[in-house]
């Protein structure tokens, strides 16, 4: 249980990093564009990797 709990922290940290890292790579004028796009995908990020968090307890305390 723990190695499935490990494997998707770091999957998701993975995704996270590499969303980040690709922002950097563009044009100019897409870049100004992308950011915002970017902002709404790291949250969309931290929003899964907290309710998967919270459903991993509730799974676990039930």
């Known amino acids: 249980m723990k190695l499935a709990i490990?494997?998707?922290i770091i999957v998701g940290i993975i995704a996270l990093v590499s969303t980040i890292l690709l922002f950097g790579k563009?044009?100019?004028g897409y870049n100004d564009a992308a950011k915002k796009n970017v902002t709404h995908l790291t949250l969309i990020y931290v929003i899964a990797i907290l309710g998967s968090l919270i459903a991993l307890v509730a799974?676990?305390?039930l």
Do not use: E, K
């Open 6 to 8: 490990t494997l998707i």
């Open 26 to 28: 563009s044009d100019q």
């Open 59 to 61: 799974f676990v305390a």
